[in-house]
């Protein structure tokens, strides 16, 4: 497994963007395919993002598309969310998620992952 930690998250107003980092330790970081994924307050967790383990194929859930950019950086074992457009309902805690290589489309559920970071709390005023 690789340990996982986020940072970047923050108070936003809406409209505004934040960037979060996920940092990897261990030798291992582009043997695994990674997500981001968020919760809300009282709501389930929810697919956010996915990149392969070269960073060349990503995969984004139809509620961030076009606004959340994910990213690595191999040489750096650091994974990115960009997230630009943010509204009030982007309100969740974050967390970076790492997991063996499958197809990006079947890597939506947490299940699929098998390393987890804290999470990172973003809110977005209105």
């Known amino acids: 497994q690789v340990q996982l930690i986020e940072t970047g998250g923050g108070l936003v107003q809406a409209g505004g963007s934040l960037r979060l980092s996920c940092a990897a330790s261990g030798r291992t970081f582009s043997s695994y395919v990674m997500g981001w994924f968020r919760q809300a307050p009282g709501k389930k967790r929810e697919f956010v993002a996915a990149i392969s383990r070269n960073g060349a194929v990503t995969y984004y859930a139809d509620s961030v598309k076009g606004r959340f950019t994910i990213s690595r950086d191999n040489a750096k074992n650091t994974m990115y969310l960009q997230m630009n457009s943010l509204k009030p309902e982007d309100t969740a805690v974050y967390y970076c998620?790492?997991?063996?290589?499958?197809?990006?489309?079947?890597?939506?559920?947490?299940?699929?992952?098998?390393?987890w970071g804290q999470g990172t709390q973003v809110t977005v005023s209105s």
């Open positions: 998620a790492a997991g063996l290589p499958r197809p990006l489309p079947t890597m939506t559920t947490g299940d699929r992952y098998d390393s």
